[in-house]
């Protein structure tokens, strides 16, 4: 590790500085959040149920499920059509690319020190966190950016143009039992190397993984076609997708009905209705990053610290990590690696049995046909799973909104230095990360009305899902019990968290 | 052992004693809370050699049996910072204290 004089002096007790904090083993861009006062957790929790009354209250009016929602289509101001050309996009794609390719070359020649290194700050807090934040809460900018896609569709231009209008694909058909599946597989190891992996911080070892995930992307869209693998295998287009879906601008590609495209304005969570279930392995695909969201903020809690502790005490636990250390596994990890998956798995379990009940509630208070006799439990997952996602928007963007305003902050260091040899290309390499930009009050009032005003979203639509489901008004109200019950209990989970102190 | 000073100009020093045995620090809890704005000083003895790290305030100490060591600084970061015992060794480590900045 090559230690530059400028970090060296840096580690003598400057303030207000991150930049010369050394590897730790820990994950990157560290939270410092106070956690939220009991009384505040109490009253978030609290307004919730009380909202969540009001909120059907306001429905008790007969009113038929209908799945368009108002919009506003942004093209027909001349400025929005000015700037949403041909040629803006195509701008957008290629710096994207640069940028995609800079930080590649960063992660395999550059310093290796973590905060030296563009990678770390690139993947960890502008990509992963930043992006899902603009996707949330303006519109879809990762299929607008995708590296991935763009290379892609380059290549095809220049095969086509090489020869005479050939496709760059084996045009495979993809088969349909396969669904988002491998999608499915992709964010589960993605969630891995997130929340556990030792090494996601070691600008080669990231390098690496985005080259291999780069080079598996690239044969998918080879094999099966671009369009296909990325609605199926590209486990990022989905999850930024799925984000997208709670954002008021709508993007809608030119078709038959719309030759031009539309660029919508919409209500906030207005995408997450639809007009029919979604695929099972979207469902699973859904809930996986409910439970992975989730699960990121509760690994820090005392709770799994004592989990943690308990397998350490436990006899037989600890043999059985004590010979897989031997095998050079570390124990911290096995054990979180395992509760990674009991959470997903619960999460499976929790919302398929809710499913299940809703169906076995509403047939008991309305009779067997009022139920409708083709309903099935994954129907119902199938045709709820959305309405969670407002819930998990919201605690996404309270557990991060302060890690990116902070640790975002190193893009302007590295944007002078980005691969940590001293550079000073913008005469910002020295710029100290502020870490008391964010006053803790900001972030424990924000962090709660963010939390409930996405559970009142998800309330609403969980309202028109049962709606469409169940037909009328009356047993619409009836079937939402369950799923109302277990909208309060995510919810509540989410302000608990945010209400621990954050420990390991 | 803790000690609070008021001085004339209304800023609070507090002087807190912490020894580290087997790795964690004996008999205080392991959150220490003050005041935004408070003069902290933290004194660390250890029973083994070990440099101590406070995370966002990014300041480092090397403690051991023969020498103890001394964090001084003002806490004018709110958030919860851990303290961290470095050079032990790979693997993870727990903090040995956690300081909660309050507003």
Same mark, same amino acid.
């Given at each position: 590790m090559r230690a530059t004089p400028r970090v060296a002096c840096c580690l003598v007790g400057t303030i207000a500085s991150l930049t010369a904090a050394r590897a730790s083993a820990h994950g990157f861009g560290q939270r410092f959040d106070l956690p939220l006062p009991l009384w505040l957790w109490l009253t978030g929790a609290s307004t919730t149920i009380v909202l969540t009354f009001v909120v059907m209250a306001l429905f008790v009016k007969e009113r038929r499920f209908t799945a368009q929602y108002p919009r506003l289509d942004?093209?027909?101001?001349?400025?929005?059509?000015?700037?949403?050309?041909?040629?803006?996009?195509?701008?957008?794609?290629?710096?994207?690319?640069?940028?995609?390719?800079?930080?590649?070359?960063?992660?395999?020649?550059?310093?290796?020190?973590?905060?030296?290194n563009l990678i770390t700050t690139m993947v960890w807090v502008v990509w992963w966190v930043g992006v899902a934040f603009v996707c949330?809460?303006?519109?879809?900018?990762?299929?607008?950016?995708?590296?991935?896609?763009?290379?892609?569709?380059?290549?095809?231009?220049?095969?086509?143009?090489?020869?005479?209008?050939?496709?760059?694909?084996?045009?495979?058909?993809y088969p349909t039992w396969l669904g988002a599946w491998p999608a499915v597989l992709v964010f589960l190891g993605f969630a891995w190397a997130e929340l556990i992996w030792g090494n996601k911080d070691v600008p080669s070892q990231l390098g690496a993984t985005l080259i291999g995930y780069s080079i598996f992307t690239w044969l998918g869209?080879?094999?099966?076609?671009?369009?296909?693998?990325?609605?199926?295998?590209?486990?990022?287009?989905?999850?930024?997708?799925?984000?997208?879906?709670?954002?008021?601008?709508?993007?809608?590609?030119?078709?038959?009905?719309?030759?031009?495209?539309?660029?919508?304005?919409?209500?906030?969570?207005?995408?997450?209705?639809?007009?029919r279930p979604v695929r099972l392995s979207f469902m699973a695909f859904v809930i996986l990053m409910l439970a992975t969201v989730t699960f990121d903020g509760f690994q820090e809690t005392p709770?799994?610290?004592?989990?943690?502790?308990?397998?350490?005490?436990?006899?037989?636990?600890?043999?059985?990590?004590?010979?897989?250390?031997e095998w050079g596994f570390d124990e911290f990890r096995v054990t979180h690696?395992?509760?990674? *998956?009991?959470?997903?798995?619960?999460?499976? +379990?929790?919302?398929? /049995?809710?499913?299940?009940?809703? $169906?076995?509630? %509403? @047939? !008991?208070?309305?009779?067997?046909?009022?139920?409708?006799?083709e309903l099935t439990a994954?129907?119902?997952?199938?045709?709820? *799973?959305?309405?969670?996602?407002?819930?998990? +928007?919201?605690?996404? /963007?309270?557990?991060?909104?302060? $890690?990116?305003? %902070? @640790? !975002?902050?190193?893009?302007?260091?590295?944007?002078?230095?980005?691969?940590?040899?001293?550079?000073?290309?913008?005469?910002?390499?020295?710029?100290?990360?502020?870490?008391?930009?964010?006053?803790?009050y900001v972030f424990w009032y924000g962090a709660v009305t963010i939390i409930v005003v996405g559970h009142v979203i998800a309330v609403y639509l969980a309202h028109m899902a049962a709606l469409r489901l169940f037909g009328s008004h009356r047993r619409a109200l009836v079937s939402q019990v369950p799923m109302l019950l277990l909208m309060v209990a995510y919810t509540s989970l989410s302000l608990w968290i945010l209400a621990q102190p954050i420990v390991g | 052992?803790?000690?609070?000073?008021?001085?004339?100009?209304?800023?609070?020093?507090?002087?807190?004693?912490?020894?580290?045995?087997?790795?964690?620090?004996?008999?205080?809890?392991?959150?220490?809370?003050?005041?935004?704005?408070?003069?902290?000083e933290l004194r660390w003895s250890s029973d083994k050699p070990m440099e101590l790290h406070l995370h966002g305030y990014d300041i480092e100490v090397k403690v051991s049996p023969q020498a103890p060591a001394v964090m001084s600084f003002k806490a004018n970061i709110p958030g919860r910072f851990p303290v961290e015992p470095h050079g032990q060794g790979l693997g993870h480590h727990r903090p040995v204290l956690y300081l909660e900045v309050h507003p």
């Open positions: 942004l093209l027909r101001f001349r400025i929005v059509r000015w700037a949403a050309n041909a040629k803006t996009v195509a701008t957008i794609r290629l710096l994207a690319v640069l940028l995609f390719m800079l930080t590649v070359c960063a992660a395999l020649i550059g310093n290796q020190n973590p905060y030296s949330a809460l303006i519109g879809d900018l990762w299929t607008l950016v995708n590296p991935w896609s763009t290379l892609f569709a380059w290549a095809e231009a220049v095969y086509a143009a090489l020869s005479k209008g050939r496709r760059l694909s084996l045009g495979v058909k869209m080879f094999v099966f076609g671009r369009e296909s693998w990325l609605v199926h295998g590209e486990a990022f287009s989905i999850s930024f997708g799925v984000l997208a879906r709670f954002a008021p601008i709508e993007f809608v590609a030119p078709s038959e009905q719309v030759p031009r495209g539309q660029i919508n304005f919409r209500p906030f969570g207005a995408g997450l209705m639809t007009s709770l799994m610290q004592q989990v943690d502790t308990a397998a350490q005490a436990s006899h037989a636990v600890s043999t059985l990590l004590f010979a897989l250390s690696t395992v509760m990674l *998956v009991v959470f997903a798995m619960a999460f499976v +379990v929790v919302f398929w /049995l809710t499913s299940w009940i809703t $169906l076995r509630w %509403t @047939a !008991g208070w309305l009779g067997k046909q009022a139920a409708g006799t994954s129907v119902v997952a199938c045709s709820f *799973v959305l309405t969670m996602v407002p819930i998990a +928007v919201a605690y996404h /963007l309270s557990h991060y909104f302060s $890690l990116l305003l %902070t @640790a !975002g902050q190193f893009v302007i260091p590295l944007a002078s230095d980005p691969f940590g040899w001293g550079w000073n290309l913008f005469g910002t390499a020295d710029y100290k990360v502020n870490l008391a930009l964010v006053s803790p | 052992m803790l000690t609070t000073a008021v001085a004339a100009d209304g800023v609070r020093h507090k002087v807190l004693t912490l020894s580290i045995v087997k790795g964690a620090v004996a008999g205080v809890g392991d959150t220490l809370r003050v005041q935004q704005g408070d003069d902290v």
